[in-house]
Every structure is written in structure tokens, then in C-alpha cells.
């Protein structure tokens, strides 16, 4: 069945940038999402990329999606604090049952 | 628009007891999902509803169930429940149309089996 893959820990320094990285398995996706989760809350949506791009940008977040590789990556630029979080990729694939997520990647902002 | 409700946010029952969550989407949102969240597994798809109908389903046991009324809420029910369903549960909705379209998540509810 479809896969989704991400490293579980990140950790960046305040005012650098982030850069979480997701791999997938169905090549039939059409979209690929990225949903932040923070502390008891549940799923943020931040951004989403259509499989016909290469890239979405949306103020600090930039998306790259590597069609062939099936890869994805989510950039934070000048992360803060604020941005500590689990972040989840995640897919629809050609058939409708649901999202595939990722394990999601924990997001650790050092001073 | 106001977002996508969950209530309980949470609950605490005992083993073999049943529970019904339920969620209320967004205004105009016609399909509501289902997804478990745990530790160990992650977010797993259970169920959609659209129009009063399950529309697709997940790999969990009959004892997860759901429904869709008229005005597209929709309810979740566990019943004989295990320790292992101590879980967040999400719901998300969407318009409906296409397969493809973006969903948003509430904040889900919180279930601890004693």
C-alpha cells in the first residue's frame, strides 16, 4: 500500500532554516500536504502542493516536490519559536480512501 | 466561517464500555473523515461520509462506526472498547466535490480507555 516517510527529529537554530523532507510511494498522487500539529491541538493546515509543480512558495514556507524521486520538502525560513511543532506530509492518492500521513517530523527550535 | 468541531474534546471511559463522538463541519462542507491518532501508529484513515453515506473506509475492525445526518454532522461510535483505542481522534471535512480536495482538521477529541 502507499507510504509516506519523514525523519522524526529536526533541530534548527533561531533565524535559520528549516528544511523537513518527506518521501512517498504512490505514484498517483495528485496532491501532497503539509499540516502542522502543535501540543494537544490538532492538524494545521500550511500548505499544499498539485503534483504538476515543482514548487509553491507561501510567505516563509516554500514547498519542492521532486515528482520523479517522489520527495518532498517543506522550507521554513527564519525559523522562530513559534514554529516548534510536529509537521506531517501527507498524500491523496488516485483512489479516495483518505490521507496518508507521515509519522511526522518534531521540530526542535534552539536559541 | 467558524471550523470544524469536535466535542467531546475529552473522555474517559473503561474497558467494554462504548463511546459516539461527534463532529460538526465546516459550514458548506458536505464530507466528513474520520482518522486515529496514537503514538505507535500514527494518523490512520477510519471512515468518510458524504451526503449521509460512507463513501470509503479504513482497515479497522466493525466495532468503529459512523454516521451522517442531514446536515452533514457527523458521529462516531466505538463500541466494546479496548486500552488500545486510547487515541486523538480527528475528524476532517471538505466540500465533497472531488476526491482531491483539501481537508481541515479539528481539534479533535481525546479518548483514555481505563
Known amino acids: 500500500g502507499e507510504d509516506v516517510e519523514q525523519s522524526l527529529f529536526l533541530s534548527v537554530r533561531e533565524g535559520d532554516s528549516s528544511v523537513i523532507n518527506c518521501t512517498y510511494t504512490?505514484?498517483?498522487?495528485?496532491?501532497l500536504y503539509w499540516y502542522k500539529q502543535e501540543p494537544g491541538a490538532g492538524l494545521q493546515l500550511l500548505t499544499y502542493?498539485?503534483?504538476?509543480?515543482d514548487m509553491k512558495q507561501d510567505q516563509r514556507l516554500t514547498v519542492l516536490l521532486n515528482k520523479k524521486d517522489k520527495h518532498l520538502s517543506l522550507r521554513i525560513a527564519d525559523t522562530q519559536t513559534g514554529d516548534s511543532a510536529i509537521y506531517f506530509c501527507a498524500e491523496r492518492g488516485g483512489g479516495a480512501d483518505g490521507l496518508t500521513f507521515g509519522k511526522g517530523t518534531h521540530l526542535i527550535i534552539q536559541p | 466561517k467558524a471550523g470544524v468541531t469536535q466535542t467531546p474534546r475529552y473522555l474517559i471511559k473503561t474497558r467494554g464500555q462504548q463511546v459516539t463522538l461527534s463532529c460538526s463541519p465546516i459550514s458548506g462542507h458536505r464530507s466528513v473523515s474520520w482518522y486515529q491518532q496514537t503514538p505507535g501508529q500514527g494518523l490512520q484513515f477510519l471512515f468518510e461520509y458524504f451526503s449521509e453515506t460512507q463513501r470509503n473506509k479504513g482497515n479497522f475492525p466493525g466495532r468503529f462506526s459512523g454516521r451522517q445526518f442531514s446536515n452533514s454532522r457527523s458521529e462516531m461510535n466505538v463500541s466494546t472498547l479496548e486500552l488500545g483505542d486510547s487515541a486523538l481522534y480527528l475528524c476532517?471535512?471538505?466540500?465533497?466535490?472531488?476526491?482531491?480536495?483539501?481537508?481541515?482538521f479539528g481539534p479533535g477529541t481525546r479518548l483514555l480507555v481505563l
Open positions: 502542493i498539485f503534483s504538476n509543480m
Open positions: 476532517a471535512t471538505s466540500q465533497g466535490r472531488t476526491a482531491q480536495e483539501t481537508q481541515y
Open positions: 504512490d505514484s498517483s498522487s495528485t496532491y
